[in-house]
């Protein structure tokens, strides 16, 4: 894969403190591990609670539950961020 991909993280909301609604928070380490790698990153709303969906070149490559992030994290210690960051990696 180019270093210089375009990846696009669809989410979805999730649950906290009793309020749904969309939230960035959880995202940050994934998009922090994503440009350090030299990929261009784009966030996307979606319908879909507690989810997360990654795109490249329009083919998904990887998905988890929102809630499986670290939340305010920089990434470098989240499993998942690496998981994803490997299936970027590997997609082309």
């Known amino acids: ?7 696009l993280i669809h989410y979805g ?9 969309h939230r960035e928070a959880r995202l940050e380490g994934l998009k ?3 440009t350090q790698d030299g990929h261009t990153v784009e966030l996307v709303p979606m319908d879909d609670w ?4 990654i795109w490249v ?11 499986d992030l670290d939340y305010g994290g920089d990434g ?3 499993e998942k961020c690496h998981e994803a960051l490997a ?6």
Do not use: H, T, W
């Open 87 to 92: 299936a970027v990696r590997k997609a082309y």
């Open 50 to 53: 507690n989810k997360i969906e």
């Open 32 to 34: 922090y591990v994503m």
């Open 13 to 21: 909301p999730y649950e906290a403190c009793g309020v749904v609604i």
């Open 76 to 78: 470098d210690l989240d």
């Open 57 to 67: 070149n329009g083919e998904l490559i990887f998905q988890c539950d929102i809630r």
């Open 1 to 7: 894969m180019p270093s210089n991909a375009k990846v």
